[in-house]
Each structure stands twice: as C-alpha cells, then as structure tokens.
C-alpha cells in the first residue's frame, strides 16, 4: 500500500498567520483527500484534491481558509490561514490504495495560541 | 450527501469477551464500508473493510457483517485483549477514489 510522509507533525502558531502542511506519497494517486479531526471527534473531509485541476471543498470549508494545491500525482499541500484558536486541530492528508482501501498520513497537530 | 451513524459512543468489555459495533448509512450507492482502529495520538489505521457484493468477511478476531438491503453493517470482534483497546471508526463509500465519510466513532475499553 501507498506510504504518505506528512509535515510537520505538529506546531504551535500564533493566530493570524498562516501554516502549510505537506504530504508526499511514495507512488502516484489520483486523488488526495484532506481531513480534519478536532479533539476526540471524527474525521471531517475538508476537501478532495485531484492533480491538475482546483480542489474540490465540502460544505463549511472555503478555499480562501484552506487553500490547497496539488502540483503533481505524489504530493499536496494544505494551508491553514489567517488561523484563530478553533483552528487547532489534527490534519490529516490520505489516498485511496485501489484494493487496499485507504492510507493516511501521520497527521498534523495544530495548535494556535 | 452520505450521512454514517455509529453506536455505542463508547463500549467496555471484559477481556476475552465480544464487542460489536454498529453502523448505518443513508446512500444506497455506497459500495465500500472500511472499519478504521486509531490508538491515542497515531493515525487511523485500516483493520478490515467490505464491499457491497459479500454478506460477510472475516480475518483471525475481527468480522464484518454487511446488510445491503438495511443499509447497516458492523464490526465484531471475538475475544477481546487489552491491545484492541482504542477507537474504531466505520465508513463508508462509493468507492472509485471518491471521498470517504465516517462514523463518530466508538471508543473501546477492554478491561483485563
């Protein structure tokens, strides 16, 4: 199955700024999902990312907020901008492995103070 | 959109005991259902999932059940140890690199 290496994973930022996450796939996918997952709760999709074309946001998330980009068939980055402290939160990047279901990074622990 | 609901919150068994977990879904086109263990502080990790053309599946401990016509399946796993103590979470999907939606998940205890 794929192997996804994701960073940072973790960091304390001030609100206000802005933090890019990355991950980096071992092998070529077509599509990268971001979610997030705020403490003790589910897994939320943010957005679907298919390489080449503008990412695909669920409801609640805006492209202004989290804009992603997607520049070839092994990597994606999520950004965090302008944060507030209801930002913090795990992030995780993941990709379908044909039969093998689906991988996820190892997550990004955001917290903003 | 797909809408997956999970029972119990939370479920504390004796060790050697069953635990089952249940799930339903709300969109008839979902075709694949991926059962997900996190441990505290690591990443969701895939245990066993299930495609819509089989009833049932099964490796070692762990089963999956499936009821196509009911729109709910569930995770059984058979006797328990200390180390199946985490969070499980159910999903599902239409499959063909399409989004995943999961469960709330359900935190379980497993008391030596």
């Known amino acids: ?101 689906y991988t996820f990074g190892s997550g990004t622990r955001l917290t903003v103070v | 959109g797909e809408n997956v609901e999970q029972h119990p919150s939370t479920l504390s068994v004796q060790e050697g005991d069953s635990a089952v977990i249940k799930c339903t879904y709300s969109d008839s086109a979902s075709n694949y259902f991926p059962w997900y263990k996190q441990e505290l502080g690591k990443r969701p990790q895939l245990i066993i999932d299930i495609r819509s053309n089989v009833g049932e599946k099964k490796d070692q401990r762990i089963a999956v059940t499936l009821n196509k016509t009911a729109k709910h399946f569930s995770l059984h796993i058979t006797e328990t140890q200390p180390e199946d103590s985490a969070v499980y979470f159910c999903a599902a999907s239409t499959g063909g690199y399409q989004k995943v939606t999961f469960g709330t998940g359900t935190k379980l205890q497993v008391i030596p």
């Open chain 1, 1 to 101: 199955s794929a192997v996804i290496s994701q960073k940072p994973s973790r960091d304390i930022c001030q609100r206000g700024t802005s933090l890019t996450i990355q991950c980096q796939v071992d092998s070529q996918v077509t599509m990268m999902f971001w979610y997030r997952q705020q403490p003790g709760q589910s897994l939320t999709l943010i957005a679907t990312a298919n390489q080449g074309s503008e990412a695909t946001y669920e409801s609640g998330f805006v492209i202004d907020k989290f804009p992603i980009s997607r520049p070839n068939l092994t990597f994606s980055t999520l950004t965090v901008s302008n944060m507030s402290p209801e930002d913090s939160s795990i992030y995780l990047c993941s990709v379908e492995n044909n039969n093998y279901g």
